[in-house]
């Protein structure tokens, strides 16, 4: 008994390992080869990717109507009272249109986004329904909330994903983390390089895989 236990756990995170490598691999057949192109009013490089492919690469905006969220999250998610009274106090304007619901693409996972001063950095939070009822789940290991962070949350081929992407002058960091199987993968970091400050077009010059 115990060793058939025991088997069933390897198969089980075998598959999921293999799962994590694969959303990698076929991330870098698809993007690394290509150009990191920046657009000319500062874009990040994600959304260039998004608008290039745009069955690739999904971010989800989330609506952009007001929206009473108390009445989403009863009754869309099924949020218990204990979650409700949490994001009342965690989001001040509950009721207003600086809150918005992000999808992690069809998984029933997502995330509740607000944006906040002149440079409309994001605090989110991030919830999964394993049970038809909405909680609350850890972000990715790179999310800091204090931090004003370039974040998307959406899809990668089908592959529901939250991103993050740093620019500099003459690099850009993208990372990308697949949601599988009500947890997060590992990490997908691509990098990107410029030959001088405020070229548009750029090469994806390494991908790491950290983290499982």
């Known amino acids: ?10 198969l089980f995170f075998g598959q999921a390992r293999a799962a994590g490598q694969d959303f990698c691999s076929d991330l870098v057949d698809r993007i690394s080869s290509g150009a990191a192109d920046r657009a000319p ?7 260039t990717l998004a608008a290039r492919f745009p069955r690739y690469v999904q971010l989800d905006q989330g609506d952009s109507g007001e929206i009473d969220l ?3 999250l009863q009754q869309d998610l099924n949020a218990p009272p204990e979650f409700l ?13 600086n809150v918005r619901v992000l999808a992690l693409g069809a998984s029933g996972a997502g995330a509740l986004n607000s944006v ?14 394993p049970h038809g009822q909405v909680q609350e789940v850890m972000p990715p290991d790179w999310y800091q909330p204090y931090l004003c962070m370039r974040i998307w949350v959406g899809e990668i081929d089908q592959v529901p994903a939250a991103m993050t992407e740093r620019d500099e002058d003459r ?5 990308i983390t697949p949601w ?23 090469r994806f010059q390494s991908v790491v895989r950290r983290r499982y």
Request: with cysteine; hydrophobic share 50%.
């Open 1 to 10: 008994m115990k060793r058939a236990i025991v088997l069933l756990l390897v």
């Open 41 to 47: 009013n500062g874009d990040a490089v994600l959304k």
């Open 70 to 72: 108390a009445t989403v």
């Open 85 to 97: 009274e949490a994001m009342m106090v965690h989001f001040p304007n509950f009721a207003g249109t």
């Open 116 to 129: 906040a001063g002149t440079l409309r950095c994001p605090d989110l939070v991030f919830f999964d329904m």
């Open 171 to 175: 690099m850009a960091e993208l990372t």
């Open 180 to 202: 599988l199987d009500h947890k997060w993968g590992p990490d997908c970091l691509l990098t990107a390089t410029y030959e001088s400050v405020g070229q548009q077009r750029g």
